[in-house]
């Protein structure tokens, strides 16, 4: 079991030490992939940039789903960490619009959706793979260690940048520094392949494997046969699309860009890494309630608290207190943590194990493919068109509607011994 949790946790941490490293540097990358640009605009255009990867997330949850639901999940997982590292390690190597000009951004956007295609089978497929090999009462908390991996991922980004910024001077960044933390992704990827290599398939994946027709096509099973379980995933995951991603993504940059808070770049990424420690904990906690509560009871409880406080959160950012903006982004960790916590059990139980890496694939990734990548980009142009920095708070209101929605739908499964 720990070399399972070991084997999937890498794949996952480099997926999202990917999008932190990206997240970081995005006022860098915007300065050199748009020069000319605001400091706003350019935001706006690398986060765009960022969001367009997430177009790809469907055709890869296709892809690979077929691959894991039809041939292997742990062939779907080897081949999803090699397809995902290459573009990152390459976006270390780019020329930038100075070198090159135009052809640098467009580049960079090829680069972003091969990444996304990748993570369209990577992180789902992970935790399908470890609640089919843990016990059936433990499955929240055997599958929150995904979810803790990818903020581990987070962590380790936070960490590496905070490591950049710390010995490299602001002008040698721009310089080139900023290219150090996406190669260094190429030794975490030949460490997860090595493990990967060394675990067995999952045994209810095996003993339902062997009783499927070869015939079978899961992706078409799944649109006419579980049309009710999509819904209900896409409109639950819209509270990991948005709080997730505003959390750890659009918050990096919020603190430190003199455009919203200004915080010192050192002391801002001090107070985050902190945070995504939380964040880290606080979902093994979810995963751990769910098991003993019910996934329901804290999906339901989580999105009461962000319907009645995400606006009020981004207020606390602003408020006259030097601690304001670590005690918000505080309860933004916990919150999300819980709630990220239950995600790859709660979604997992939904499907069959014939097209489970299938249906949670597809159904994750047309969340986050609508609103995961985009919430960065949404947050700054909302608060672009409202002039209210606060404004974010609103998205993390309607996602938790979204997820309220999805209620009714949803049948909880934690009680079931056999999946």
Excluded at 333 to 341: E, S
Aim: aromatic content about 12%; glycine content about 10%; hydrophobic content about 55%.
């Amino acid at each position: 079991m720990v070399r399972i949790i070991l084997s999937c946790m890498i794949g996952n941490a480099l997926e999202w030490y990917a999008f932190v490293i990206f997240g970081f540097f995005a006022p860098t990358i915007s300065q050199l992939f748009f020069p000319g640009s605001s400091e706003t605009v350019g935001l706006i255009k690398a986060f765009a940039l960022f969001g367009m990867a997430f177009i790809a997330r469907p055709l890869g949850a296709i892809i690979f789903g077929h691959i894991g639901d039809k041939f292997s999940r742990k062939n779907a997982l080897l081949l999803s960490i090699f397809v995902m590292a290459i573009p990152t390690v390459l976006i270390g190597c780019l020329p930038t619009y100075e070198s090159v000009g135009v052809l640098a951004p467009v580049l960079l956007s090829i680069l972003l959706v091969a990444q996304g295609f990748a993570i369209g089978g990577e992180f789902t497929g992970s935790m399908v793979f470890m609640i089919e090999s843990a016990q059936p009462h433990q499955r929240g908390l055997i599958g929150s260690w995904a979810t803790f991996s990818c903020v581990f991922g987070v962590i380790l980004g936070s960490l590496v940048s905070l490591m950049c910024t710390t010995v490299y001077s602001p002008e040698e960044i721009l310089a080139g520094a900023w290219r150090i933390p996406f190669v260094l992704t190429l030794a975490g990827t030949l460490v997860g392949t090595y493990i990967r290599k060394n675990v067995a398939e999952p045994k209810t994946y095996l003993d339902h494997k062997a009783e499927r027709k070869s015939h079978a096509f899961p992706l078409k099973e799944l649109f006419t046969e579980h049309s009710r379980s999509i819904v209900s995933v896409v409109l639950i995951d819209f509270i990991t699309a948005i709080g997730f991603f505003l959390l750890v993504i659009f918050l990096p940059t919020y603190l430190q860009s003199p455009v919203y808070l200004g915080l010192d770049a050192d002391y801002a990424m001090k107070i985050n890494t902190f945070n995504m420690v939380i964040f880290a904990l606080t979902t093994l906690v979810g995963g751990a309630l769910s098991d003993r509560y019910g996934r329901k009871t804290v999906f339901m409880y989580v999105a009461g608290i962000l319907l009645i406080g995400g606006y009020p959160i981004f207020q606390l950012f602003h408020v006259n207190w030097e601690f304001g903006p670590l005690v918000a982004q505080f309860i933004l960790a916990v919150h999300i943590g819980l709630f990220f916590g239950v995600i790859p059990a709660g979604l997992s139980e939904i499907f069959p194990s014939h097209l489970r890496f299938t249906g949670l694939s597809v159904s994750h990734n047309i969340s986050m493919a609508l609103f995961g990548g985009s919430a960065p980009l949404l947050a700054t142009g909302l608060i672009e068109l409202t002039h209210d920095l606060a404004a974010p708070g609103i998205l993390l209101m309607v996602a938790a509607v979204f997820c309220l929605m999805g209620m009714p739908l949803y049948e909880d499964k934690y009680k079931v011994k056999t999946i």
